[in-house]
């Protein structure tokens, strides 16, 4: 039997959680990531017209009628993904240190002063 060597758990889909080591691919978006899973999902969802919107104005998921279960059982799930979306950030921000990136032109990238976006990623730098 051939030696199967298993894919590096490296990010995890931002919509399902599922890390690339369990999915065919994983795309890589701006600090987020998506699997062929969710993408063959959002697909189906966008190509089935019962599911479009008839209101003009669209509906934020917190703004839908939920139980106090299903909120709860929500929170990890987004709390995970902001994480990964922060862990990214401090990955990009230490690249672009490493390529000479100074804190004003990282600041200005973040829509921030020098001295803040010093303070929140400098221990990792």
Known sequence: ???????????????????????????????????????TLAARVIADASTVSTSDSPVAPWDVEMSLDAVLATLGSVAAAGEQAERNLAIWVAKARSLGGTWSQI???????????????AAED
Do not use: H, T, Y
């Open 1 to 39: 039997m051939a030696d199967v060597k298993e894919k590096p758990a490296i990010a995890s889909c931002s919509f399902c959680r599922k890390p690339n080591s369990e999915v065919e691919k994983l795309v890589a978006g701006p600090g987020v990531f998506i699997c062929d899973g969710c993408v």
């Open 107 to 121: 600041g200005q990238a973040l829509g921030m002063a020098r001295q803040s976006a010093w303070e929140r990623f």
